[in-house]
């Protein structure tokens, strides 16, 4: 029986098995419960076995190439507010740097995009790679403890330095090297491939991606699957998985932002009411600090624990493979840190506060804004509904800010051409990389896409360890040129395995 036979068979035999061990009590109802459990888990994690191909090439000249295209663009500060003709010294510079690529895909700009398009033979429906363009701006104050400049591109100590080094540049130009590596060999893909480079990811893609999302919607063009920026290679981040973990978004939260405003007399503070309107917005506050939305272990969280499992060393490995019967315990624990916890509930950040006009003034108003990042499932009617019942006073209103507020999306299949497309893109170019699925927490242009493609997912094959992590919109932003050599073999090597996949699909 094949992988994909047992993986179907699993969940009914679960089930079934857990069904008829409710009604028992004891140690060794126990063992065998967990025992079985473990079987299961072993069998789904057989497949098929053998050495892989490796992964494609790309020469000396290509991956310098890729460097110097990378330091040309992060020389251009693309933040929010930039003047357009900062995008377009991007766009020139990224055509002087691959222009078979130019030359020989239909390029479209869209708002402040670039829709890219290269013909495959068939009349397959297309796939889609995403990336973007802008970067956050650098905090005035801040540039100059910074080791190397922000916008210098340059490279020191076997890094390239610069906003946007790992936010998102990295992967446009890796993008653009691996289809102008194809086109140098005389390539010419089976299923059509789109790229979108958006220009204002970070301040919510309305005018960048949204717009191509659109179009491709008014054309009514399907991909058969979106691959965008999300998680990474994790190196330590997993306590019990030696190994890096790529870790590939099926989801991502949705975001809500809301404002508590109370209100009251005003007038001297010596004469003042049981709560002032500050005092009031406290314990609203308060109240709803202490009411944090439950806690679920769903897909992906779940799926990506149960990937994880084999690669985790004792109880911890135990507790995983059997999540059907140790699920409340795991939860507890996820619960405990914040970096875990977002992963299973709707989360809730006080991020701003204001009210009063001095110190011996009633305060008329007081005002808190309030973030959520709603996990898959929880609707923002829900988070509202959950702050109403949680604040239960009628001197508070509620809020809602509708800037940048969005749903969860969908939880994408890990099934099909773009799952196994990029666990064997994988496999071959980071095979020292456990792969599992995850849910981004963050935003990105991707969540455009979720009317349109069919499978959505978020991935960077980007090397990253905790101190990494800090430098994403931070201080000291680089990549090293070891691991940004990676990329456009990641991606090249995608391209490659997708369209020898889509000659088994169906036409």
């Known amino acids: 029986m094949n992988s994909t036979s047992l993986c179907r068979s699993r969940q009914p035999f679960l089930r079934q098995h857990h069904q008829r061990s409710r009604p028992a009590r004891g140690p060794r109802s126990l063992r065998l419960a967990i025992f079985a459990g473990l079987v299961v888990a072993a069998a789904a994690e057989a497949g098929p076995s053998g050495p892989l191909p490796p992964p494609a090439v790309l020469n000396a000249d290509e991956l310098a190439r890729t460097r110097a ?51 495959g033979r068939s009349a397959l429906a297309p796939f889609m790679l995403l990336a973007h363009l802008d970067v956050v701006p650098v905090d005035p104050g801040t ?43 005389g390539y010419t893909p089976e299923r059509t491939l789109l790229v979108a480079l958006g220009g204002d990811e970070e301040t919510g893609g309305s005018a960048g991606a949204a717009l191509v999302a659109a179009t491709l919607k008014q054309r009514n063009i399907r991909p058969v699957f979106l691959l965008d920026e999300g998680y990474a290679v994790i190196d330590g981040a997993i306590v019990g998985v030696s190994r890096p973990v790529a870790m590939i978004g099926l989801a991502e939260k949705g975001y809500l932002t809301i404002r508590l405003r109370s209100q009251g007399p005003g007038g001297h503070s010596s004469m003042p009411p049981e709560h002032t309107a500050i005092g009031q917005l406290a314990r609203a506050i308060a109240r709803l600090e202490d009411s944090p939305l439950p806690s679920r ?37 996820l619960e405990s840190k914040p970096a875990t916890a977002a992963q299973i509930r709707t989360t809730m950040a006080v991020t701003m506060i204001s009210g009063g006009v001095a110190e011996n003034v009633l305060p008329e108003e007081a005002v808190a804004t309030v973030n959520f990042r709603l996990l898959p499932g929880d609707s923002p009617q829900d988070v509202l509904d959950h702050v109403q019942r949680s604040v239960d006073d009628e001197g508070i209103t509620i809020e809602v800010v509708t800037q940048g507020s969005s749903a969860p999306s969908r939880v994408s299949s890990t099934r099909g051409i ?19 699925p995850g849910l981004t927490i963050g935003g990105t242009d991707a969540k455009h896409f979720e009317g349109i493609a069919e499978q959505v997912y978020r991935f960077l094959p980007m090397r990253l360890n905790a101190e990494d992590l800090a430098r994403i919109h931070g201080l000291d932003e680089r990549i090293p040129l070891s691991n940004l050599d990676e990329f456009p073999v990641f991606y090249k090597t995608l391209i490659e395995i997708v369209n020898k996949n889509s000659h088994q699909d169906p036409p």
């Open 418 to 436: 773009g799952w196994e497309s990029m666990s064997e893109t994988l496999a071959r170019v980071m095979p020292d990389a456990v792969v599992a």
């Open 297 to 333: 272990l769903d897909d992906p969280m779940r799926s990506g624990l149960e990937a994880l499992a084999p690669h985790m060393p004792g109880a911890q490995g135990l507790a995983l493979r059997a999540l059907w019967l140790t699920s409340p315990l795991v939860r507890h624990l």
């Open 69 to 119: 295209a990378l330091a040309a663009i992060v020389q251009e500060p693309t933040v929010a507010g930039a003047p357009p003709e900062t995008f377009k010294r991007v766009h020139a510079k990224l055509k002087q740097a691959f222009p078979r690529t130019f030359s020989t895909l239909d390029i479209e700009p869209i708002g402040t995009s670039l829709l890219l398009k290269w013909p």
């Open 143 to 185: 540039e100059k403890n910074w080791k190397v400049p922000p916008f210098s591109g340059e490279v020191v100590q076997g890094a390239l330095w610069g906003r946007g080094t790992l936010d998102d540049k990295s992967s446009a130009v890796g993008i653009l090297a691996a289809i102008e590596s194809l086109l140098e060999g």
